[in-house]
Each structure stands twice: as structure tokens, then as C-alpha cells.
């Protein structure tokens, strides 16, 4: 059995360090936008350096987005029509978390025209639109940490950890340097305290979870919808089953379907970790269970929601595989 790899596409890695890269530049824009409007300066950093390194990494990390959408666009992986990439929402390819990269990038749009025009509109209502840039921060990070496919990591999780400690930092400089009472500014680092909180909840149970590619919306390569079939429950499987390896762009998926039953299949997707791939069971096109597995040379062992799932492959003299599949009790 040929093993499950992630393959070195350069478009794939080029989006996926160019989004990072740009989420710490754009860090980076708000942490000096808030020290500029809190009129910090000292010796070594007068006002106009600040001001003027906030101007040229924002158009730096301007330069890193466009390689990011152009890179994404281009990869047949994710396979991001031009569309999705001004239309929230409404792609194939985790359309919530990437709905929420296009908001940033139209905001950052806005920003950008409004800056070149500021001399037309007036100072008043660029200073209205600038105001959100602090909602492009939070919307960029929740795009990185549900689109990118290395949340797992520990690299990026430290990148993501440290862009919001910066930003938090920045913002907890900015409360103490306002005039506000001690009641308000209590309030507010509660609430921001609150945030941080919840965001770590959710990125643990979220995208660092082994199911997350399936929950937030991966489409398997190669894969055809199909209509959801009614047919009963199974008993346990004890059953042969033929399948093969789907590559196409970033990864090479592993799909299986149950001989006596063709309306159950296998699918098993690799993960950056090659010992913990993603093991999902569907019946009738509709998922029953996943979980995580591991990949062997000619068997593969899992747990499908708590269910022992052991497949066992070989390749067959036309090339495709073939072998048997087996689970603890019966599925959903």
C-alpha cells in the first residue's frame, strides 16, 4: 500500500506562510496604530517613526495579502474560485472561516481607498472608516486559526498566541493611558479578558481537534456529491472493501467503500502530523462518525466517535486496493 503523504505543492505553502506572515504584519499595524493614538513616544522613538512604520508595514502586509488570495486562487487544492475570493460565504472550501478572510480584505480595501481620498472625504469620516481596522485584527485571526490547515502546529499556534498577546498588550497600554475610571477600565480588561478566554476554548475544541477539516468544511478531492440514501442501520463490519488513493494538489486521500454495502464508505485524509490522520465513516453521502487514525504500511487502526475502526489493505494486481474492514460495534 502506498503511504498517506502530504505532498509539497509550492502554491499550497505559499498561501499558507504568506497568510501567516500577513497576520503578523497586520498585528503588527494595530499594535502601532493603538501606540499612535495613545501619542506614545520617547527618545528613541519619536512620534513620526511610529507613524511612519505604521504606514509602510500596512502597505507591506497589503503586498503579502495579494500573494496570499493570488496563491489560494491559484492552487487546485483549495480550489478557491475568483468569485470566493470577493463573495463571502459561498465557497466549497470551509466557507464560514474563509467568508471571514474576505470581510478582513475588504475592510483593509476600504482603509486603503479611503486613506488615498482623505483629502475628498475629510478627516471626520476617515477617521470613522480607519476605525475599523480594529475589527480587521479579530477577523484575521479567527480566519487563520479556521482556514489554516496547520492549526495543529506548534509554530503556528505560537504565532497566533503571540500576535494576540501583542494586541492585548497594546490595547491594555491604551485603557491605562485613557482617562477613564477605575470601574471602566476594570470593565474593559474584564471583557478582553473574557475574549482571550473564549477564543483559547474554542481553538482547543476547535481547529486543534483532528475532526476540524471535516467540521469546518474541507471538500475531499476527487470526491462526487451524491443523494442521501435511506437504507438501515448497519451491524458491525466485518466486510470486504475495494478503493483507492485520490491525489489532486496539496494531499493524497485514502477512499474506501464496503463491498456488500457500496452506501457505506471509508475516507481517510492525511494531516500534517503522518500519525494522526483524519478517518471519517459516511452512509448513504451522509457522514455517521470520525476520528482520528493511524496510518501503517498495510493496515490502518482508528476510532470512529468512540468506535474501534481496523482496516486492512492490500493492492491488487490492476493497481487498486483492496482488503477488509472491521469496526468494534455497530455505527450510528
Known amino acids: 500500500m502506498m503511504p498517506l503523504v502530504v505532498t509539497g505543492n509550492p502554491l499550497w505553502f505559499v498561501a499558507r506562510g504568506t497568510g501567516l506572515v500577513s497576520?503578523?504584519?497586520?498585528?503588527?499595524?494595530?499594535?502601532?496604530?493603538?501606540?499612535?493614538?495613545?501619542?506614545?513616544?520617547?527618545q528613541w522613538w519619536p512620534r513620526s517613526l511610529v507613524a511612519g512604520l505604521h504606514r509602510n508595514i500596512g502597505?507591506?502586509?497589503?503586498?503579502?495579502?495579494?500573494?496570499?488570495?493570488?496563491?489560494?486562487?491559484?492552487?487546485?487544492?483549495?480550489?478557491?474560485?475568483?468569485?470566493?475570493?470577493?463573495?463571502?460565504?459561498?465557497?466549497?472550501?470551509?466557507?464560514?472561516?474563509?467568508?471571514l478572510g474576505v470581510i478582513t480584505i475588504e475592510l483593509a480595501a476600504a482603509m486603503i481607498v479611503t486613506s488615498l481620498t482623505r483629502h475628498l472625504i475629510g478627516g471626520k469620516v476617515w477617521r470613522a472608516i480607519h476605525w475599523?481596522?480594529?475589527?480587521l485584527w479579530p477577523l484575521a485571526l479567527l480566519h487563520s486559526l479556521g482556514t489554516g490547515s496547520d492549526s495543529r502546529a506548534w509554530w503556528a499556534l505560537a504565532t497566533e498566541a503571540g500576535c494576540t498577546a501583542?494586541?492585548?498588550?497594546?490595547?491594555?497600554?491604551?485603557?491605562?493611558?485613557?482617562?477613564?475610571?477605575?470601574?471602566?477600565?476594570?470593565?474593559?480588561?474584564?471583557?478582553?479578558?473574557?475574549?482571550?478566554?473564549?477564543?483559547?476554548?474554542?481553538?482547543?475544541?476547535?481547529?486543534?481537534?483532528l475532526d476540524w477539516?471535516?467540521?469546518?468544511?474541507?471538500?475531499?478531492?476527487?470526491?462526487?456529491?451524491?443523494?442521501?440514501?435511506?437504507?438501515?442501520?448497519?451491524?458491525?463490519?466485518?466486510?470486504?472493501?475495494?478503493?483507492g488513493l485520490i491525489a489532486t494538489g496539496g494531499a493524497t486521500a485514502l477512499y474506501l467503500v464496503v463491498s456488500k454495502d457500496p452506501s457505506v464508505s471509508v475516507t481517510v485524509t492525511p494531516t500534517i502530523d503522518p500519525s494522526k490522520h483524519e478517518l471519517m465513516?459516511?452512509?448513504?453521502?451522509?457522514?455517521?462518525?470520525?476520528?482520528?487514525?493511524?496510518?501503517g504500511l498495510a493496515s490502518i487502526t482508528g476510532t470512529c466517535s468512540g468506535i474501534a475502526v481496523t482496516i486492512t489493505l492490500a493492492q491488487s494486481d490492476d493497481g487498486s486496493l483492496v482488503g477488509t474492514i472491521k469496526t468494534s460495534t455497530s455505527l450510528p
Open 281 to 295: 465513516v459516511e452512509r448513504g453521502g451522509q457522514p455517521v462518525c470520525s476520528g482520528p487514525a493511524l496510518v
Open 166 to 209: 501583542a494586541v492585548v498588550a497594546a490595547v491594555l497600554y491604551r485603557v491605562r493611558a485613557t482617562r477613564l475610571g477605575w470601574l471602566s477600565r476594570r470593565g474593559l480588561s474584564l471583557v478582553m479578558a473574557s475574549g482571550v478566554l473564549t477564543l483559547g476554548i474554542w481553538a482547543v475544541d476547535g481547529p486543534m481537534q
Open 132 to 135: 475599523s481596522a480594529y475589527a
Open 59 to 99: 502597505l507591506l502586509s497589503v503586498a503579502f495579502v495579494g500573494i496570499h488570495i493570488a496563491a489560494s486562487i491559484i492552487d487546485p487544492f483549495a480550489h478557491i474560485p475568483l468569485r470566493d475570493a470577493v463573495v463571502p460565504f459561498g465557497a466549497t472550501y470551509r466557507p464560514l472561516w474563509l467568508g
Open 23 to 42: 497576520l503578523v504584519l497586520l498585528t503588527a499595524v494595530v499594535v502601532l496604530g493603538i501606540v499612535t493614538t495613545g501619542r506614545w513616544s520617547s
Open 213 to 243: 477539516a471535516w467540521r469546518a468544511g474541507t471538500p475531499i478531492p476527487g470526491r462526487t456529491p451524491r443523494v442521501a440514501a435511506v437504507v438501515p442501520k448497519a451491524t458491525p463490519l466485518a466486510a470486504a472493501a475495494t478503493g
